[in-house]
Structures are given as C-alpha cells and as structure tokens.
C-alpha cells in the first residue's frame, strides 16, 4: 500500500548534464534550471572566467546567491563572496559583478532571480532589461543552435 502522501506533488530532479551551459557573453555561460514566468523567478547557475566584470545593474526583485567555486565581489561593496558563500540581494540593489583577475578557478554561482536586471549605463540609464521570459527564450535558442535540441528546464512553479 503506497503511503498516504504519494497523491502529494512529485520533486523534479535535473542532474548536471541534463542542461547544458551555454555562452552568455564574452567570459559567461550558463545553465537555466528552472523558469516561473507567473512569478517571473529564473533560476541559473552561471561560470564566470577570472578577470570578467559584467554590466552594472539593478534588480526589481530580490536576488538570492550560492557560490560553488572561485571567487567574486560587486565593484561598489568590499564582501567577496568564496565557494560555500551566500548572499542576499534586495530588489533595488544596483551593482557591478566582477571576478578577480588573479581568480585561478572558474567562479561558479546558483542565482534564482526574481523580476528582472535592468543594465544600466554610466548615467544609470537603463540600456538592456533580463526577465525570466527573456532568459528562456535566449537559453532555447541558444541550445538548439549549439545542437542539445530543446532543453529540459523545469517550467512553472512545481
């Protein structure tokens, strides 16, 4: 007899090599695990190469951390964030992602996103805004052209 809380909801596992990494920019890949397009929460585990610093930007949602391996810190604050590392961001936070030059390791870090990143330019302009949907659709195209077909990111809110 199956026990009384086999109805419930069933957890949703995705190994390493179910999604692959794609490049993201010049020195970024990354993997989308999951997408809530209701909740417009994203879900991405990023590498970043030593010595790369991403665009300035803003969150309109709040942003939660995991560092795996290597090392980062934003431009604007004195923390570095090591493997094992967590960090809150509330949306609003405005900052600038670099990795150190003399990182010796890729910088491996799980982001769940919620809202969007909204790159600004030297005068705090927005010039580019990252949503979930945008993420998605990026990450499908970029996975069909690199020939992994359609990927198998968990979609909604399981």
Known sequence: MMPAFADVRRAIHRGESDL???DFMEGVSLQLLQVDLDQGLWIVRTKFAPGITIPTHKHTGPV???TLAGSWKYLEYPDVNTAGSY????AGSVHTLTVPKAETVTTDVWFAIHGANLNLDANGNVEAVIDAELILQ??????REKGFGEPAVILGAP
């Open 20 to 22: 692959p990494f794609v």
């Open 64 to 66: 939660f951390a995991v």
């Open 87 to 90: 960090l809150y961001e509330p």
């Open 138 to 143: 990026f990450y499908r195209t970029a996975c």
